[in-house]
């Protein structure tokens, strides 16, 4: 069973902190890795897609993928109250060697709360 | 620009009732759409996945079926729904990759 974990949380940071959020998973073969960010009652939201190693850095957000690993992260600088919502880390897998298909899974989700 | 919609927006339904929910995608052409449910503090578990008019392939076996009829409109029924079909069903599109946008949701309380 192709798995994506996170950790539950919740995190809590102060505003202005650097929020770290982390992911693993485990197929090797994945290729492509994104971070969503759900409010509370919500549908996720896409906020960053990353598909080579080191990093990749949108305003203040920046992924990290280290596919050795097997590690996605996410930073996200200045933390606002605006960014508290769960952060779904999500992977595209191929279901087995016999599937002619990938598809993406989801981790858990990390719930994030910035205290003003 | 693409636009996706879901209806209902919630939903509340006594057990054994049939289903039917609606997503509609605009702005794009043979997209491929998915159902998924999120149950309460839960994960995304994806339902079903379609690559085209009649395609379906279902991910879990349940008392849940879909539907593509038309190349941008995704159904999701059910037949007598159970306690364990309450959740928040969202509806997801994509073209040529893995990037998934996902529509608003429909928030399914059986009782």
């Known amino acids: 069973q192709k798995e994506v974990e996170q950790n539950s949380g919740p995190l809590s940071v102060p505003e202005g902190a650097i929020a770290s959020l982390n992911c693993t998973y485990s197929?090797?073969?994945?290729?492509?890795f994104f971070w969503y960010r759900q409010y509370s009652g919500k549908s996720p939201e896409l906020i960053m897609s990353?598909?080579?190693?080191g990093d990749k850095e949108d305003g203040r957000f920046t992924a990290q993928l280290n596919k050795a690993s097997q590690y996605v992260s996410l930073l996200i600088r200045d933390s606002q109250p605006s960014d508290s919502a769960t952060y779904l880390c999500?992977?595209?897998?191929?279901?087995?060697?016999?599937?002619?298909?990938?598809?993406?899974?989801f981790g858990p989700g990390t719930s994030l709360s910035v205290i003003p | 620009s693409q636009t996706i919609h879901q209806w209902p927006a919630t939903l509340v339904q006594p057990v054994g009732s049939p289903l039917s929910l609606e997503c509609t995608v605009e702005?794009?052409?043979?997209?491929?759409l998915y159902w998924y449910r999120q149950a309460a503090g839960r994960g995304l578990q994806l339902l079903f996945y379609?690559?085209?008019?009649?395609?379906i392939s279902s991910e879990v076996p349940q008392n849940l079926s879909a539907s593509r009829p038309q190349d941008r409109q995704f159904i999701l029924s059910s037949k007598k729904l159970l306690l364990s079909d309450s959740g928040f069903y969202l509806c997801?599109?994509?073209?040529?990759?893995?990037?998934?946008?996902f529509g608003p949701g429909t928030r399914l309380t059986v009782l």
């Open positions: 997801a599109w994509t073209i040529g990759g893995f990037e998934q946008f």
């Open positions: 197929d090797r073969g994945s290729q492509s």
């Open positions: 990353i598909y080579s190693n």
């Open positions: 999500a992977v595209n897998t191929r279901p087995s060697s016999f599937a002619s298909y990938d598809k993406v899974i």
């Open positions: 702005g794009t052409s043979n997209p491929n």
């Open positions: 379609s690559v085209g008019i009649g395609q």
